[in-house]
């Protein structure tokens, strides 16, 4: 009873620790305002100009080219933005495990040429077709895949795989790289959370928020020998676990 009751607890504290994090949005939008200030200014720059319409040609022409160029630097910021804000609502259609899995081998092959890692699939046979948003899918199958390649040493195994345990289905995507320290584990999930110096941290928060979206859960293992394993759990009939959507009463 009492370790039901740390569970408990617990679990109230995990929910905590996420609501928290999910703040850190809000330090996300403050980026965003600020990463917004310079195309802007670009753009009002560019516009200045051809206003006083004292420029040659070519500088007109210039102009032009940087308004456009800003303005669709503009959009390309905002989408990813709002991808992760506000994902779009999951579609819902049948799809096939194991072609989720052959899509993100063949869209991570150009990257496996570079890098002499081994990528195995395995797919249980049989598996049912389980209901949720295909292209969402692939996304999160292939963030996973791209960190355990980034992850690999050379000729590690990257091994992708597809199974049930019970009522759930279980995509999983494990790897025998460099592994998460232990200290880290807890802050994979972290909005901004990244040890890559190109790395934007937002890949695997994108996909746990995707992955719940679909009544599921992602979870991050450290494996015994080397290297983490991530697992995807859905479940095999959402109609059962997915809150079915309310009438719009947010809208005003
Ligand atoms: N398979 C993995 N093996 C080791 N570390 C990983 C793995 N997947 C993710 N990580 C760690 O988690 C961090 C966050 O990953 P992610 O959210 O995808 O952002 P990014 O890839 O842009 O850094 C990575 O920078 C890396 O430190
Ligand atoms: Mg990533």
């Not at 799809?95 to 063949?106: D, K, N």
């Amino acid at each position: 009873q009492l370790s039901a009751a740390h569970r408990e607890l617990q679990d109230n504290f995990d929910g905590m620790q996420r609501a928290e994090r999910l703040s850190a949005l809000g330090q996300l939008s403050a980026g965003l305002a600020h990463e917004i200030r310079n195309p802007l200014a670009a753009i009002s720059g560019a516009a200045g100009i051809l206003q006083r319409d004292a420029a040659t040609p070519e500088r007109r022409q210039e102009c032009v080219r940087i308004i456009a160029k800003e303005a669709q630097r503009l959009d390309g910021l905002l989408t990813r933005f709002l991808d992760f804000a506000r994902p779009r609502p999951p579609r819902r259609e049948p799809v096939a495990p194991g072609s989720l899995i052959e899509a993100v081998r063949a869209l991570t092959s150009h990257a496996i040429h570079r890098k002499p890692i081994r990528l195995e699939v395995d797919i249980q046979p049989g598996l049912p077709a389980l209901t949720g948003d295909r292209e969402q899918l692939e996304q999160v199958l292939l963030n996973l895949t791209i960190n355990a390649i980034h992850a690999s040493p050379e000729d590690g195994l990257v091994l992708l795989s597809a199974r049930t345990e019970g009522t759930e289905l279980v995509l999983s995507v494990q790897d025998e790289g460099h592994g998460v320290p232990s200290e880290h584990v807890g802050r994979l999930f972290d909005p901004f959370f990244t040890t890559k110096e190109e790395g934007t941290g937002l890949g695997l928060p994108v996909a746990h928020q995707i992955v719940t979206q679909l009544g599921g859960a992602l979870a991050a293992t450290r494996n015994p020998e080397r290297g983490m394993t991530f697992a995807i759990r859905l479940p095999l009939d959402p109609q059962r676990h997915v809150q079915p959507s309310t009438p719009d009463s947010s809208r005003g």
